[in-house]
Structures are given as C-alpha cells and as structure tokens.
C-alpha cells in the first residue's frame, strides 16, 4: 500500500495546548506543565488509514504571538494545519479565525485545516459555546473536534480524519507526477476558500 | 499569587553566589540598583497596557524549569515572575517574550532578585539580546546569517547536508538564540555557558554552536530525512534536565563530556571573528536591501 509523506502544522494561541495534543498522539504522554514551545518541535507518526498508510511530520510552532512573525517558515508547503484553542479561554478561539484567514491566503491552496477545541476535561470553565464553535467551523467547511490532551479524548479521531483528508486531497500525487504538475501550475492563479476535495469536508 | 507579588518586602532571598558575583564583576551596575528594581516593580502593577505580557508571565511561569523545587514549589517562582514583570515595565513596548523566562530563571538560580534583573538588563542592553526579542525578531535573522556563515566556512558538508534536506539554520537555532542555550542546558548547567557568553559575548555563542554542530555532524549525515535530522538537534523532551543529558550523550566521542567541558572546548575554537563582526555590523543592510528587494518583487506580482 502507498504511504504519503505530509507535514501538517499546529497553530493556536500560547498555552493552549499545541505540544501536548501532538505528544498525547506520537508518543502518549501528557505533561500538565508542559514546556513552552521556543520556536517549534517536531515530530512524526505514521497512521494507517483505510485507503493506505500516511507519515503524519508534525511542526509543532510555538504560539506567542510575537513568533508569528516567524510563523510561515513552518507552515510553507504544510499539507494540513491543526489550529487549536483552549476552551476556557474566549481569546484563544477569536484567534482561530485569523490564522483560518492567514492559511487560506498564504498557504498551500489544498492545505487541510482542523480544528480544536482543548482541554475538554475542563468543561466547567468552558467560556466558548459548544454549538457556537461547531456552527462558526461548519460555515468555514471545516471539521472541528472536542480534544483534551490530557484525558485523550478527541485526539487520536482528529488527527486520523486530517490524515484521511490529506491523503484524499493529495492522492493524485501519489502515483505519476505527470498530471499532477500541469495542477500544481494552476494553483499560481488565486483562488481563494477553494476548499479540498476531501469526501467529509463537512463539519461535524 | 498577586497577593503575595505585592507584599514586595518578604524576607530577603538568597543571596547572589560566587557565580552570581562573577557575572556581576563583568558588568557595570548603578549604585542604587537595588533601590531602582523595587521601585520598577511598585511601578509595573500600576500598568494596565502591562496586563497582556504579563498574562503570559503567568501562564509561563509554572512551566519554566518545573522539575526544579525552587521554581515550582519554592519562592523562586513569584520571585522570577517579579523579574519578568520590572522588566516588561522596564521597556513596555518590547514587553515580554518567551525565552526571557528561562534566561531570568537560570540568572536567579544564582544571583538575588535584584541582581538577576540588573544582569538581565546587561543582556539585554549591553550584549544587545533584546534585538531577538524585537517586533520581526530582527537579531534572529541576523544571527542565522552569522551562522550561515560559519557553517560554509567550518562544516561545508555539513551545511550542504542541511541544504539537500530543506533544513535552514532558523529550524534548529532559534531556540538557542533566544534561550542563550539555557532551555537546553537547564538550570545546573547554563552557568558554564552563560559565564563565558558574560566575557565574550555571541562570539562565544557562534562557537558553541559550531561545536556542538561539528560534535553531531557524523550521525547526522548519515541521515538523510528532514525530520529524523530535526529530532538529533532539537529533540522534544519533558523535563530538561534529562533532556541536557541525553542530548549532551549525543555529542560524546570517544571520551566522556560533561556541559562544563563542552563549553571549555567550544572556547578555544578558532573562528574568523573579524568577519563575524563585519557580518554582524552590515547585517542592518543587508536585510534593508532584502526587504527591499521582496518589496519589489511583491509590486511586480501585484501588477496585472
């Protein structure tokens, strides 16, 4: 079976729990004071999904927003994007709308994006309405899920659905190069909120 | 935890040690620097534009060198956000940016409240670190074209390696820039470095890294995968004292290392610094010249 090799990126306000989602999933760990991210950490898992195997490369950026200066060194040719926020912390969700923004116009035009909302295990000081969150992603075509790194929740179906939607969004590039690079010179045109082919690219 | 940050005259905390004196005789202080750091502090409660950085300072804190119980448990947690907070107050509009925490940790380990800020201040000022910190984090870019530099020059292999595999000098040396290598090195650790980054500044930075980048160069270049590459030099880890000595493992060769050493060895390395400063001097036009350049290129694109 082929295997895709992809980066995917996680984005998201400091604090919010970017490291302990992509730890909680490549190596199940969970850290309560996890360190703060300097510029960015890497890691990779590979998933097997139905339709073949994918090598999920995690950039996993820092959130402060002073480094988002430096943001799109990471997120350049990522194939999905993990946008996170911290459900106890309204702040924290406005920002998912401008890195949704910031992605659609400077990165890949297939990039898959996900998003979600952390620390679930904390419900009662959810600040962010559930079907609030879901109403905004399902407007925007994109999936959104309930995560707690540190229960796990949520985790291990999020990052198998962003698989499963780069792998659907990029098989063409699988197999031979040739067609795909006459579809790699149309992308040059803007084509702005062109969302991926993927078959789920509705919301939850 | 704001109660206690306001009691501002607890008992006073440990004093500076030998090190912490060491540091302090490679530096100037002003005579009522004591004086000056508590005021600044009365001041950054005062502040409302503050609230922002030091909500960061917050949530940091409890995260900056957690294994050790001066920092999680003891006062040195309230004592290092103090810090943190006169130094945003200090210069509002730089405010606080991470990396500063474990800097400021790792000078508290062995100075008093004060003393550490006024150091701090040093670093900042004097050695020109706050130029990381900046808007754009300008002093980033200009020490990863010093580094670009030095890896043609003294590991061409590796530097082709690094290029075959899309990875550029920001990936791996961003955290020690703005660290000062002390998030690797954790807290028993940084002073070795830190001491000699006090009498010879990033020149030594610059060295250090070359070591360390020459100690790995054989296992990395057996590599030839972005991401396994990635992990030698910057591998996710969970308590950084462990982590300082697995990574310290790495660079081993035949005999066995210790920080101290490593920093010794790094020391005595010879790199031409006369073009290091040239570099670093000219590098505000250079990057003019790059804005420049992509300011055209962006007016082109626009152009129908």
Request: net charge neutral; hydrophobic share 40%.
């Amino acid at each position: 079976m082929a295997t895709m090799e992809c980066k995917i990126v996680t984005l998201g306000e400091g604090r919010v729990g970017k490291t302990s989602l992509a730890l909680k999933y490549v190596k199940n760990e969970f850290h309560k004071d996890e360190i703060s991210t300097v510029n960015a950490n890497y890691l990779t898992k590979l998933v097997q999904i139905p339709q073949g195997s994918v090598q999920l490369n995690i950039w996993d950026t820092a959130g402060q927003e002073r480094f988002r200066a430096i943001a799109s060194n990471y997120y350049r040719q990522a194939k999905g994007a993990l946008i996170v926020y911290d459900i106890t912390d309204r702040k924290s969700f406005d920002k998912v709308v401008s890195w949704i923004k910031e992605l659609k116009s400077q990165a890949e035009k297939n990039i898959v994006i996900v998003v979600a909302g952390n620390k679930c295990d904390m419900e009662k000081e959810r600040q962010i309405n559930r079907p609030e969150a879901l109403e905004f992603c399902r407007k925007m075509q994109i999936r959104h899920f309930d995560t707690s790194a540190k229960s796990g929740n949520g985790v291990e179906e999020m990052f198998m659905e962003l698989a499963s939607q780069i792998f659907e969004a990029n098989k063409g590039e699988l197999g031979q190069s040739g067609r795909n690079s006459r579809r790699g010179k149309i992308t040059v045109e803007k084509t702005k909120h062109r969302e991926n082919s993927g078959k789920k690219g509705g919301c939850c | 935890m704001s109660k206690t940050i306001h009691a501002f005259y607890l008992e006073k905390n440990q004093d500076t040690c030998d090190i912490g004196k060491k540091w302090l005789s490679m530096t100037v202080l002003p005579d009522n620097s004591e004086h000056y750091y508590y005021n600044l502090l009365k001041a950054s409660f005062e502040k409302e534009f503050l609230m922002n950085s030091n909500k960061q300072i917050d949530l940091d804190i409890p995260r900056t060198f957690s294994e050790c119980s001066y920092f999680s448990k003891g006062k040195g947690n309230i004592i290092l956000q103090r810090v943190l907070y006169a130094l945003t107050r200090y210069n509002p509009a730089l405010g606080y940016v991470q990396g500063m925490n474990y800097i400021a940790a790792c000078l508290l380990y062995h100075c008093k409240e004060s003393d550490a800020f006024w150091l701090l201040l040093r670093l900042f000022y004097d050695y020109n670190l706050v130029q990381n910190y900046l808007p754009r984090l300008p002093g980033l870019e200009k020490h990863s074209h010093v580094l670009e530099y030095l890896l043609i020059e003294h590991l061409p292999d590796l530097f082709e390696h690094f290029n075959r595999n899309g990875i550029i000098v920001q990936m791996f040396a961003t955290e020690w820039c703005l660290t000062l290598f002390t998030s690797l090195l954790s807290l028993e650790n940084s002073s070795f470095f830190l001491t000699k980054f006090f009498e010879f500044g990033w020149v030594f930075f610059y060295k250090f890294v070359i070591e360390v980048l020459d100690r790995l160069k054989d296992k990395i270049l057996l590599i030839d995968n972005t991401m396994e590459i990635l992990d030698i030099l910057k591998p996710i880890r969970a308590t950084s004292t462990k982590a300082a000595n697995e990574f310290l493992k790495n660079l081993e060769m035949y005999e066995k290392l210790t920080w101290k050493k490593v920093v010794k060895i790094a020391c005595l390395r010879k790199i031409n610094e006369e073009v290091v400063n040239y570099l670093c001097e000219n590098f505000e036009a250079f990057t003019q010249l790059e804005h420049e350049s992509k300011d055209h290129c962006n007016d082109m694109y626009i152009m129908p």
